[in-house]
């Protein structure tokens, strides 16, 4: 047919439906769905009618029928992935059939824009001592405004909503959850740089109820990938950015549903840079994807696909304020240059591949997704290990001038003004001074120092199935259940010697083997230093019930899972071979959870709704063990987190102005909590494990986000956010120390020592910013282009605090066991006041285009961040070595401190840019 015929049908079919649809007779309703650009029929449609329960897709010609629907004013809804949402009144009388005809739908190009962009948020900015996540999981909730507000503009201060952890949203593919046993958190480096096959997301915020899982706290992400569903043709696409890597490209090809009922889908993408951002952070990852569906009747698809996606980073570390004022923001002191090459002594690799088969049965009333998994690989994250010999950090804390202007004797300017010179001469690794030592005649073969890899090997399987059922008209029922066992081997491996024959495996603090039963002597590709296993099972099943009548929806759920954690130590530890080898006693725990929430529509345009929640769960694995590297103890009287939550939000959606208020309550009990670090306290110096029990933390706020469509072309929308999260109640602190009986090092041989309560009640939690604004003005041109402008404040940002310098312990003299004469409640105050991080002002500009030319569609995007090139801390942590008064009281006294609090620093002025062609 002549284009000019359907855009004259198409426009006459609106306007008559607009203007003459109060007249029209009729109680069903067809007509058919086109692309507004290539006017080729759109497929998997979903069609909707406000205030019913009627639902249908389009099929391959992009036709509907809707029958079987009440005389009156009825509210047309369209949807479909990529494109924006279509809206259309009609009015209904008599008994006959309304033909509307041809509807255009229009490519949502800012939709597209996230899809290209989502990598860029998994940078993962984490170290051994602080971890941030990101707010990744959100950037497809993009029809909430608040939420897209948080990814996009609030996440450069690591911002996270309502305070929670990335664990406490759910993240599934075809409904098998991807979150880690390890932390809860889902890995998106599993499937990342696969943006093309990884849009179709069905994300529900908050606590309101899904179809595919109980849920999180943050919702739930169920990442569909079902080559039916997708537009078919090719897809080739090109960025070029200044932040975690510097260039990417992307090749899709989706076949389309064929005629035999086979469709299939294969993507690959190569990421890279040699270093981002931040100095000597190098980025070298790749991403294959396949899948094939097979249609096997008109209410059974199977499904298979396979994911392999492996990437290597270069780690970037937390600095001193002395370190920056040094050598600047960008400064990263893990890498060096060998042989005119960048190398990141701290790499971390993650190679995890997965294959799912997934079955899809679909009825009239009925529908019901099957999928089994299984997952293998390793996540690796290196080091550079020493052993009696000098650190090879180069800002390790006695090779910085402060260490010289602190001597207890006296300031040494000289020593210190070498240190500087030296610093600022040689900031990196020497990595060949590192070959030298180890080819010392002295060494005879020793290594002083070793490139390893602290390695985790995976063997997980997975089955889930849940069903969604349509009892009625008006009540429906979603249950499932899901099974993951896992088996992982936990070790160190020597990487590279690094010019030496052998690496003495012997723990260079306490004389002891690390491996009794093993040879003492290891070599490259050699594990060493520790090895165990750990065995984790989980079964969950929830079940959830649906209303819907008129002007009311409400659902409750229910959830019960059982979860179990085994360790089985594979070295004989000589500092604790009673309990280091074999076997550890079963970590078992039975939860359950509970929620329910309503929605009432005062009408189309107000609506109310309320959610609430009790959950019980089990610590995670990081969080079970005291230190499983080397001995099967348990945390002592480990027992499930429980969480009580509610939330109330105010919805609005009038022409021109749409809207939400909310307010929430959450609290966190009987959390666990494990850290390592050195430890220099009332009570001895060694290398510890802090385990901290029984926090309580409590979160509440509200949020506000506003949107106006000022005009056709404009649109303003107004943002806020303020939260306050804090411990709600002091904790319980126990250390243990190494074994080894060094009575000159530790005066607790038994090597546990309960340090009693962590006086932290009302210290604010360090989860990035707990207060924000943010206002936004996006211009939409006709012509396929559009630009918006965001200026976002952030503020109320602290840094994390050390729980253990808040015990009685931190007064104790070491030298006499008695409190410190000057520790008075005042001053321990002034000197443990938890330090609030400067406020942020930040400028992000973002624009796209569009083309279609000879049938191909083009889209071009780019953003700049941080507009004005500010500086600012993202966040940061007390360090822990300073465990008595007296020490931190001297150190913190100093012009500049040895043992300051380190940083995080934002990204100054970035870029993205986006080239996308599709045929």
Avoid at 214 to 239: C, D, M, Q
């Amino acid at each position: 047919m002549n284009i000019k015929v359907l855009i004259f049908r198409g426009s006459i079919s609106c306007l008559f439906l607009l203007v003459g649809s109060p007249y029209i007779n009729a109680q069903s309703v067809e007509g058919r769905l086109l692309d507004s650009r290539t006017f080729k029929p759109l497929t998997n449609v979903t069609v909707t009618v406000d205030n019913t329960s009627l639902k249908q897709e389009s099929n391959l010609e992009g036709e509907f029928y809707l029958k079987g629907l009440n005389k009156g004013d009825h509210l047309l809804i369209f949807k479909r992935k990529n494109y924006l949402d279509l809206k259309y009144p009609i009015t209904l009388s008599k008994d006959s059939t309304l033909i509307i005809g041809d509807l255009f739908m229009e490519l949502n190009i800012i939709r597209e824009y996230n899809n290209s962009v989502i990598v860029l948020s998994e940078e993962e900015l984490t170290s051994d001592d602080f971890e941030v996540a990101s707010t990744t999981g959100l950037l497809q909730a993009s029809k909430d405004l608040y939420l897209n507000r948080a990814a996009f503009d609030f996440s450069q201060v690591f911002f996270k909503v309502r305070g929670y952890d990335s664990k406490e949203g759910v993240v599934q593919i075809n409904g098998l959850s991807m979150n880690k046993v390890f932390n809860g958190r889902p890995q998106w480096n599993n499937w990342g740089g696969l943006n093309n096959v990884t849009g179709d997301q069905e994300f529900v915020m908050g606590l309101k109820n899904a179809s595919s899982t109980f849920g999180g706290l943050l919702g739930s992400t169920n990442i569909v990938i079902r080559p039916s569903t997708f537009r078919k043709g090719l897809r080739i696409t090109a960025s070029g950015s200044n932040r975690t890597y510097a260039g990417r490209f992307m090749v899709t090809y989706n076949s389309g549903s064929q005629d035999n009922g086979l469709s299939y889908s294969i993507s690959a993408s190569k990421r890279l840079a040699r270093e981002g951002f931040i100095d000597g952070t190098i980025y070298d990852a790749y991403s294959l994807f396949a899948s094939a569906e097979l249609k096997l009747s008109e209410n059974h698809s199977l499904n298979v696909l396979g994911i392999y996606a492996p990437n290597i980073r270069g780690s970037s570390a937390p600095i001193t304020k002395e370190v920056h004022d040094l050598l600047g923001k960008k400064y990263n002191p893990y890498w060096g240059v060998q042989d005119g090459d960048i190398r990141n002594s701290r790499l971390r690799s993650i190679n995890e591949p997965f294959a799912i088969l997934s079955h899809f049965m679909k009825a009239p009333n009925l529908s019901i997704t099957t999928s089994v998994a299984y997952q293998f690989g390793f996540y690796a994250k290196g080091r550079l290990g020493y052993y009696n010999a000098p650190n090879p950090d180069p800002v390790y804390y006695r090779y910085l001038p402060s260490f010289y202007f602190n001597n207890p004797a006296g300031p040494n300017y000289e020593n210190a003004n070498i240190a500087k010179e030296g610093l600022l001469k040689n900031p990196q690794i020497n990595w060949p001074s590192l070959y030298d030592a180890n080819n010392s005649i002295y060494n005879e073969g020793k290594a002083s120092y070793v490139q390893y890899d602290d390695r985790v090997d995976i063997n997980k399987a997975s089955f889930t199935s849940f069903a969604n059922i349509e009892v009625s008209k008006h009540i429906g029922v979603d249950l499932g259940v899901a099974y993951y066992g896992s088996n992982s081997e936990n070790y160190a491996i020597i990487g590279d010697l690094l010019g030496a024959d052998f690496h003495k495996d012997i723990d260079p603090f306490t004389d002891t083997s690390n491996d009794l039963q093993g040879e003492a002597e290891k070599l490259e590709g050699e594990r060493f230093n520790y090895n165990y296993e750990i065995n984790s099972r989980l079964l969950n099943a929830f079940i959830q019930t649906r209303i819907r009548y008129n002007n009311l929806e409400a659902y409750l759920a229910g959830s019960y899972s059982n979860t179990h954690y085994q360790r089985n130590g594979l070295y004989l530890n000589e500092r604790y071979e009673d309990n280091s080898m074999g076997k550890s006693m079963k970590a078992s725990f039975a939860d359950f959870a509970l929620k329910m929430g309503v929605l009432y529509k005062f009408t189309g345009r107000h609506m109310l709704s309320v959610h609430g929640a009790y959950i019980n769960r089990p610590p995670t694995l990081q969080s079970t063990f005291v230190n499983p590297r080397e001995h099967n103890d348990l945390v002592s009287n480990l027992s499930s987190e429980t969480v009580t939550t509610t939330d109330v939000s105010y919805l609005i959606s009038l022409a021109k102005l749409k809207g939400r208020i909310s307010g929430y309550y959450t609290k966190f009990e009987e959390v666990t909590d494990v850290n390592f670090f050195y430890y220099e306290g009332g009570v001895g110096n060694d290398f510890v494990q802090e385990v901290v029990a029984d926090i309580d933390k409590l979160h509440f706020g509200g949020e506000l986000a506003l949107a106006y469509q000022a005009s056709p072309s404009v649109r303003l929308s107004a943002v806020a956010g303020y939260g306050n999260y804090s411990y709600a109640d002091n904790a319980d602190v126990t250390i243990n120390f190494d074994t080894s009986g060094r009575e000159e090092d530790v005066i607790h041989p038994d090597g546990f020592l309960d340090l009693g309560i962590t006086k932290i009640k009302d210290y604010k939690l360090a989860v990035g910013p707990q207060k924000v604004y943010s206002f936004g003005i996006e211009y939409r041109d006709p012509n396929y282009w559009w630009l918006s402008l965001t200026g976002n404040f952030l503020g109320d940002n602290y840094i994390d605090i050390a729980t253990v310098t808040r015990t009685e312990s931190f007064k104790i003299n070491p030298e006499s066991q008695e409190p410190f004469l000057d520790a008075t409640e005042e001053a321990v105050a002034k000197l443990l006041r938890q330090e609030q991080l400067e406020d942020v002002y930040l400028l992000n500009l973002v624009g796209g285009k569009s083309w279609l030319y000879k049938g191909k569609y083009i889209s071009l995007f780019a953003s700049v961040n941080n507009l004005f090139d500010l500086e600012f801390r993202t966040g940061g942590f007390e360090q822990s070595r300073n465990g008595n008064f007296g020490q931190m009281k001297e150190d913190n006294a100093r012009r500049m401190p040895s043992f300051g609090p380190k940083y995080w620093y934002g990204y100054g002025r970035t870029y993205f840019v986006n080239l996308s062609i599709s045929f």
